[in-house]
């Protein structure tokens, strides 16, 4: 063989063996899902915006060590340093950039909400059209979870960074619109009542933007008991002071919202911290209700334990009339930042309830 060709034909083989960057098409949940860096992606807890053609994912950026802290001994959770909310941008859903963070944690200062010691959770952002500024909103709180406040920060481009507004329990001296004076009766246990004056507990939480353009925060309140849903101010920096009471006593947290044929559904997960547990749906015409809850939306294997992972968000997919995306965090509780993400279209039955099936891989449709 001619020296030449030879040389050619080794060159070929090594090459072949050389990785070639290979765009990703599939979505394969649970397993680990890396930006365009190759880095994993790290956003957790987290929801998506559409604006302007891109999708814009923001989550709680958990780096480094999963501890047990001291302080939180009566709860008994894990936890990680609070990093501050990240933010990826995609065109497909399925390649995502890291654009660095929306909001970084404040290392600097121990006081600061933001301080890492504290929580930085369920980052979402929404976008005022009146205002022409990104909001967002997150659960801010203690190192042991007791502050239950609400975070917000501003920003006039998607990737921010944001400016930090302040944190506040939400609806202090309002009345929730469907409590009776039984539910305000001050008794040991009624949280309602206890926090009327200095605001609502809020841990666990979602935004959710109306057709009008009105907009709501979905929260886990009185001691993760009961939800509130609350309408938001038209800057939608604070809430409205119109709120009602959800799911009363029914103990749902990680709610995800969203509008289908003028309907509205949430998904959410029982209360089990960081262990996975059977997810709930419900369905409204209202969104201050009243929700009827329609069992596990989850089929398949690992449904019973919604496939080992706890909702956040549900997307509708831009021009995709019919296409919504469940979003999930499968959580290492002994390995924070290594959480994954199982992320599955929504099917609809014939009573028009949702679906959601496993499946190891799948592409969005073309
Ligand atoms: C879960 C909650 C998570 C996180 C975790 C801490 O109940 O959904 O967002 O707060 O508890 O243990």
Request: charged fraction near 20%; proline fraction near 8%; hydrophobic fraction near 40%.
């Amino acid at each position: 063989m001619p020296r030449l060709l030879a040389c050619v034909l080794f060159l070929a083989g090594v090459a072949s063996l050389l990785p070639t960057a290979r765009a990703v098409t599939a979505l394969a949940p649970g397993e680990v899902w890396r930006d365009t860096d190759g880095r994993p992606i790290n956003a957790h807890g987290g929801g998506i915006l559409f604006h302007e053609g891109v999708y814009y994912w923001y989550g709680e950026f958990k780096e480094g060590r999963t501890y047990l802290p001291k302080v939180n001994k009566a709860w008994g959770g894990t936890r990680v340093l609070a990093g501050g909310v990240s933010v990826y941008s995609s065109r497909d859903l399925v390649t995502w950039k890291n654009e660095g963070l929306a909001l970084p944690s404040v290392p600097e200062n121990p006081d600061h909400d933001l301080a890492p010691e504290n929580v930085i959770e369920r980052p979402k952002v929404i976008y005022n059209a009146r205002t022409k500024k990104f909001v967002l909103w997150f659960h801010q709180d203690s190192p042991n979870y007791q502050a239950a406040r609400s975070g917000v920060a501003v920003s006039d481009t998607p990737v921010g960074p944001f400016k930090y507004v302040g944190s506040f329990r939400p609806n202090a001296g309002v009345r929730p619109l469907n409590a009776t004076d039984a539910d305000l009766a001050a008794a040991p246990g009624n949280f309602l009542a206890r926090d009327l004056e200095g605001g609502q507990m809020a841990r666990d939480m979602t935004l959710f933007v109306d057709d009008d353009g009105t907009a709501y925060q979905f929260y886990a309140s009185e001691s993760n008991q009961t939800m509130h849903v609350s309408q938001l101010s038209e800057d939608y920096l604070r809430p409205a002071g119109k709120y009602a009471r959800i799911f009363v006593g029914r103990s749902i947290e990680a709610p995800a919202v969203f509008k289908r044929n003028g309907r509205y559904y949430l998904i959410g997960s029982g209360c089990t911290g960081w262990d996975p547990n059977p997810a709930h749906a419900a369905v409204a015409d209202s969104i201050f209700g009243p929700w009827r809850e329609i069992g596990n939306p989850c089929r398949g294997e690992g449904a019973e334990i919604t496939f080992g992972a706890q909702s956040t968000f549900v997307l509708p997919v831009a021009g995709r009339p019919d296409l919504f995306l469940a979003m999930f965090d499968r959580w290492n509780k002994w390995n924070l930042e290594d959480s994954r993400y199982v992320w599955l279209p929504i099917e609809f039955d014939a009573a028009q309830n949702p679906i959601i099936r496993w499946q190891p891989r799948w592409s969005f449709p073309e």
